[in-house]
Nanobody, 123 residues
């Protein structure tokens, strides 16, 4: 069982930056694939980025490549999402997710979820 708690959301102007954090419980954090998803009102939860535990390989949605960076600190059981050059868009909740293996970008591939943190980018 893994428990995840996100933080760092808020209101930011377009073009600005924000860093999200996700703190995980458990002593085996380093072996988990960690991912970030976002969900806007009325839309499905969409993949943003993932980092594999054992290899450190990273994966990104095309829409965020070059602007977002996912990283992890296994000594702190924390995964981060650095978001730069943010674009104005509808408010969205960013969720942290975890599972043992990376099996793609679908939300159903992840068993463990945080409660989410709201991000609003104003124009």
């Amino acid at each position: 069982q893994v428990q995840l708690v996100e933080s760092g959301g808020g209101l930011v102007q377009a073009g600005g930056s924000l860093r999200l954090s996700c703190a995980a419980s458990g002593r085996t954090f380093s072996i988990y694939t960690m991912a970030w998803f976002r969900q806007a009102p009325g839309k499905e939860r969409a993949f943003v980025a993932a980092v594999v535990g054992w290899s450190g390989n990273t994966y990104y949605a095309d829409s965020v490549k070059g602007r977002f960076t996912i990283s992890r600190d296994n000594t702190k059981n924390t995964v981060y999402l650095q978001m730069n050059t943010l674009k104005p868009e509808y408010p969205a909740v960013y969720y942290c997710a975890a599972d043992l293996d990376y099996r793609g970008t679908g939300s159903s591939q992840y068993r463990y979820w945080g409660q989410g943190t709201q991000v609003t980018v104003s124009s």
